[in-house]
């Protein structure tokens, strides 16, 4: 069965610092993943989604995350934190093909301080 | 732009109410989405509807129901309200025909109280 783990549930960063947020995944199949992320009193947004191709996958605001089926993660980065990237970030996987279910990791919450 | 819209942000109710939560999406999409966010549990699916009038369970559908009418709203009904119940709930939707299968697109959220 599908499954996602984030490792941390809250991360603490200065603003320039990097970012770091980890997924791990498990999946029978090849999986499909996404981070969204969800910033205070509203609902989640995709940040960026890996389904097939090149395994650095480029999203919004300055953030990428890597594929690495070896070592069955997916972890989200940015090089420089803002202050605006606070918020709560999700991890994903497919739980089939023929379906548009996800399973979501339980969130990490990113902090950045001035 | 896809909107998916949620009939109230807040809502506090008693135990024992008859409780709707309406979404509705503007962009044809097919599926719609019924989540319940608590913190640390991350999303939880509680029902999915892949068409008008067909729903199906997700991985917690107990003390809720759904409706579908038409394609554009999804309504998840919690029939005897519980203080077990109090959450955020969220809804998205998606399209498995259009350029981004797979791509959920979220509402704002309600967060229900329960009394």
């Known amino acids: 069965a599908q499954s996602v783990t984030q490792l941390g549930s809250h991360v603490s960063v200065s603003e320039g610092a990097l970012v770091l947020l980890r997924c791990n995944y498990s999946?029978?199949?090849?999986?499909?993943l996404f981070w969204y992320v969800q910033y205070p009193n509203q609902g989640l947004q995709l940040l960026l989604k890996y389904t097939t191709g090149a395994t650095l996958v480029k999203g919004i605001n300055g953030f990428e995350a890597e594929f690495k089926k070896s070592e069955t993660s997916f972890h989200l980065t940015k090089p420089s934190a803002h202050m605006s990237d606070a918020a709560e970030y999700f991890c994903a996987v497919i739980r089939s093909y023929n379906t548009d279910k996800l399973i979501f990791g339980t969130g990490t919450r990113l902090q950045v301080f001035p | 732009d896809v909107k998916v819209t949620q009939s109230s942000r807040y809502l506090v109710k008693r135990t024992g109410e008859k409780v709707f939560l309406e979404c509705v999406q503007d962009m044809d999409h097919e599926n719609m989405f019924w989540y319940r966010q608590d913190p640390g549990l991350g999303l939880r699916l509680i029902y999915f509807s892949y068409d008008v009038k067909m729903k199906e369970k997700g991985d917690i559908p107990e003390g809720y129901s759904v409706s579908r009418e038409k394609k554009e709203r999804f309504s998840l009904i919690l029939e005897s309200a519980s203080t077990n119940q109090t959450s955020m709930y969220l809804c998205?939707?998606?399209?498995?025909?259009?350029?981004?299968?797979?791509?959920?697109?979220f509402g704002p959220g309600t967060r229900l109280t329960v009394t």
């Open positions: 999946s029978s199949v090849p999986p499909y």
């Open positions: 998205a939707s998606s399209s498995w025909t259009s350029g981004s299968p797979y791509e959920q697109y």
